[in-house]
């Protein structure tokens, strides 16, 4: 007679009232199944879910689980330490089908520690775990037809590498998100229960409408307004359109981030899509579009997910706490975006399921950085090919993202939404640009000194602090970067709009993070030289809603103390060789597509830095090197998130996560508080900082945080593309 064979014990109950396996491994098929339905895999998907936890059936196994609930019966007498299960469900899955139980095993062998790699040096490898010799499991499963072929509705010889590792791990993010949902439901029934219940996006779609439509109402009636106007006629007709990619190339300040919602959602309702994912460069931009969109559709509508809280996977409760995007309205970074699509962690892929059949928008486009250009628009392509995803490619400054003899790694069948690029932005063309040469940092500061209103924008953190130091300390006089937490910052934001709006002193200097889509208007702006996009944005803070009838001035200057490197040097070469033949119209299309082919062709052969595709487009046998893969990294050196608790909320929602530990409502609560800084600066404030909870660091000390600048360390080495 077989033993009882159970897959979790219940804090605190009794072996009786511990989850079957069969019942687990029931309801993880049935789950992991309709997550992949959308993209055709739920086949796939339910026989990865119910051989997942086999291994779990081994006497082994289940006698340690009793030894770690201190429970002595006959079964207890078989322990022999903790034992690998995984390895097992993914043995039977290759015995059964060697071709598709190949991919299946690399999901379930990963879903606890990662997917691994096929081969290597390392005995974690899946060829080295199919090899080993496992005890016998007492669950005998039902042998189910295997799929003959992948549910792929286009497939590419050259690119079929790529399709096959990422249809594995979407596969694994089916799998993963299933069998944490379950094991939450069976461990701790009342923290299930507290999962958010999101509106639908046809009610949605109505009250945007009814919100949207009043604030059209009491606009004001300026030429700026009646082009946004236009912008948005030009999205609802486009959003009758077959699902596919599209671009959206609107001027700044043209009314992208609401009219491009608005694609969305009619978009969204007309193909039957789950979704909208906003996928974003700076975190300045996700605290304003989110709570843009909460106001608009309420505060339970909208998902905001940018820190990446670097949490366990070996925990089963930080596991549970993983974000995995389950509400109709996600906006995140393309940090969190990209990386996620080439990680093998299940906390990192535990979302990717919910991006299939969805409208993806990313904004400012132009952000990504050019060494990763090539693998981010692969993910791009596949989503849109057989993940049924429409996606925008939406910016101020389109880069040349269409395939062409010049790029042909570029996009095919994109289709602009806009009707006549060139004539919305000549209609909305509101400042002129001018290189002025080099400045010092004490020219600088006296030339802000001389405009009542002013912004400058500068490429690096330290150059922020040296300008704002050299101005005199007055209240109207403010610095922005990303070593302030979002909070902090919104607040500085809405000092900054107030004194604009009132016609008070107001200077201020920052990093790129106010350029793309931040809603600021400033009589006059400086800019550090760098590439034209840049410029762009930067000039899309002056003038943003035309209330002068002269061309805003827009002042490019080169800091003379600065030896810029790398990426901000090659694209001020570029940029450069433009200021003489469009002076005063540097904003132009026609100059956008000049310099971007200046600076693609420059730099085409590090549009993939790392070899990250090789390693994709070498998995067409099955054989998948995802450790290699998932040394993609969007900042090529990781940053590492903390809290600073220096409000009482976030010392409150930090003394709850302590107690209770961790929590998915309030991983999100304390986002507003986090901030994102490099290895070293950790290293340099690790005196100073808590550590509650693995992968948790809190900073408490108002000593190392400056009410004006944020946190105080070292400056970042090499380059920074995020503020």
């Known amino acids: 007679m077989a033993?009882?064979?159970?897959?979790?014990?219940?804090?605190?109950?009794?072996?009786?009232?511990?989850?079957?396996?069969?019942?687990?491994?029931?309801?993880?098929?049935?789950?992991?199944?309709?997550f992949a339905r959308p993209f055709g895999a739920h086949h796939w998907a339910w026989l990865a879910g119910a051989h997942h936890d086999v291994g779990k059936g081994t006497l082994v196994w289940q006698a340690y689980l009793r030894h770690a609930n201190a429970v002595m019966d006959e079964l207890a007498m078989h322990y022999n330490g903790r034992i690998e299960h995984a390895a097992i469900g993914a043995l039977q899955l290759f015995r059964y089908a060697p071709e598709a139980g190949k991919l299946l095993a690399y999901c379930v062998a990963g879903h606890h520690g990662g997917l691994g790699n096929w081969c290597g040096p390392e005995d974690d490898s899946l060829k080295a775990k199919l090899e080993q010799q496992w005890p016998p499991t007492h669950l005998s499963m039902e042998e189910k037809e295997f799929p003959r072929q992948l549910p792929l509705a286009a497939t590419n010889g050259e690119r079929f590498g790529f399709q096959i590792q990422f249809f594995v791990r979407m596969l694994f993010s089916c799998l993963v998100d299933a069998?944490?949902?379950?094991?939450?439901?069976?461990?701790?029934?009342?923290?299930?229960?507290?999962?958010?219940?999101?509106?639908?996006?046809?009610?949605?779609?109505?009250?945007?409408?009814?919100?949207?439509?009043?604030?059209?109402?009491?606009?004001?009636?300026?030429?700026?307004?009646?082009h946004r106007e236009t912008v948005l006629s030009d999205c609802l007709a486009a959003a009758e359109a077959p699902e596919g990619l599209f671009s959206l190339t609107v001027p700044t300040g043209g009314g992208k981030t609401l009219a491009s919602l608005a694609f969305a959602l009619a978009h969204a309702l007309r193909h039957n899509k789950r979704r909208i994912i906003y996928v974003i460069p700076f975190t300045s931009i996700?605290?304003?579009?989110?709570?843009?969109?909460?106001?608009?559709?309420?505060?339970?509508?909208?998902?905001?997910?940018?820190?990446?809280?670097?949490?366990?996977?070996?925990?089963?409760?930080?596991?549970?706490?993983?974000?995995?995007?389950?509400?109709?309205?996600?906006?995140?970074?393309n940090v969190q975006f990209f990386d996620s699509f080439f990680a093998r962690?299940?906390?990192?892929?535990?979302?990717?399921?919910?991006?299939?059949?969805?409208?993806?928008?990313?904004?400012?486009?132009?952000?990504?950085?050019?060494?990763?250009?090539r693998p981010c628009l692969e993910v791009v392509r596949e989503l849109a090919l057989n993940y049924k995803v429409s996606a925008v490619l939406c910016t101020a400054t389109q880069p040349a993202v269409h395939k062409c003899d010049a790029f042909p790694a570029g996009l095919e069948g994109v289709s602009e939404i806009i009707r006549d690029v060139p004539a919305l932005f000549s209609a909305l063309k509101r400042?002129?640009?001018?290189?002025?040469?080099?400045?010092?940092?004490?020219?600088?500061?006296?030339?802000?000194?001389?405009?009542?209103?002013?912004?400058?924008?500068v490429n690096t953190r330290q150059q922020a602090l040296d300008l704002f130091d050299a101005l005199p300390s007055e209240d109207g006089h403010f610095h922005l970067s990303a070593l302030m937490y979002p909070a902090h910052r919104s607040r500085v934001f809405a000092?900054?709009?107030?004194?604009?709006?009132?016609?008070?002193?107001?200077?201020?200097?920052?990093?790129?993070?106010?350029?793309a889509g931040v809603d600021v208007d400033f009589a006059c702006v400086y800019r550090a030289i760098s590439g034209i996009d840049s410029i762009a944005q930067a000039a899309g803070r002056c003038n943003r809603n035309g209330r002068n009838a002269t061309a805003g001035p827009v002042y490019v200057f080169k800091p003379a103390e600065a030896s810029d490197h790398g990426h901000f040097r090659m694209a001020a070469q570029s940029a450069r060789k433009l200021f003489d033949r469009y002076d005063g119209d540097l904003t132009t299309p026609q100059c956008v597509r000049d310099y971007f082919d200046d600076y693609f062709w420059k730099n085409a052969h590090r549009m993939d830095a790392d070899g990250i595709l090789e390693h994709c487009n070498a998995a067409y046998r099955g054989e998948i090197q995802f450790k290699d893969i998932a040394a993609f990294q969007m900042i090529q050196s990781a940053t590492l998130p903390i809290i600073v608790a220096l409000e009482p909320e976030a010392a409150t929602l930090v003394d709850q996560l302590t107690f209770a530990g961790p929590a998915r409502s309030l991983l999100r609560k304390l986002q507003p508080y986090t901030v994102q800084i490099y290895p070293h600066q950790m290293n340099e404030l690790h005196d100073w900082l808590e550590n509650p909870l693995p992968g948790l660091w809190v900073l408490r000390s108002e000593q190392r945080y400056s009410a004006r600048t944020g946190i105080e360390c070292a400056p970042p080495e090499g380059e920074v593309f995020f503020g």
Request: hydrophobic share 40%; glycine share 2%.
């Open 286 to 333: 996700i605290e304003q579009n989110a709570a843009v969109f909460r106001s608009m559709l309420g505060e339970g509508a909208v998902l905001e997910h940018h820190c990446q809280f670097t949490i366990d996977d070996a925990d089963r409760h930080t596991r549970l706490a993983a974000e995995n995007w389950d509400a109709p309205i996600v906006v995140t970074t």
């Open 345 to 373: 962690k299940p906390s990192r892929c535990r979302k990717l399921h919910n991006v299939a059949d969805s409208v993806v928008i990313f904004d400012e486009v132009q952000a990504i950085p050019v060494e990763k250009w």
């Open 431 to 457: 400042t002129r640009e001018t290189f002025i040469g080099d400045m010092t940092v004490a020219d600088l500061a006296s030339a802000l000194m001389t405009h009542p209103q002013a912004l400058c924008v």
């Open 179 to 226: 069998d944490f949902l379950d094991t939450e439901a069976a461990m701790d029934p009342l923290r299930a229960g507290e999962r958010s219940q999101y509106p639908d996006l046809p009610s949605l779609h109505r009250t945007f409408r009814q919100h949207f439509n009043a604030l059209r109402a009491n606009a004001e009636s300026t030429l700026v307004n009646v």
């Open 495 to 515: 000092a900054i709009r107030d004194r604009l709006d009132k016609g008070r002193p107001c200077r201020v200097v920052s990093t790129q993070l106010i350029e």
């Open 3 to 34: 033993p009882d064979l159970f897959a979790h014990s219940i804090p605190g109950q009794p072996v009786s009232a511990w989850q079957p396996l069969d019942v687990h491994l029931r309801n993880v098929a049935q789950r992991a199944a309709e």
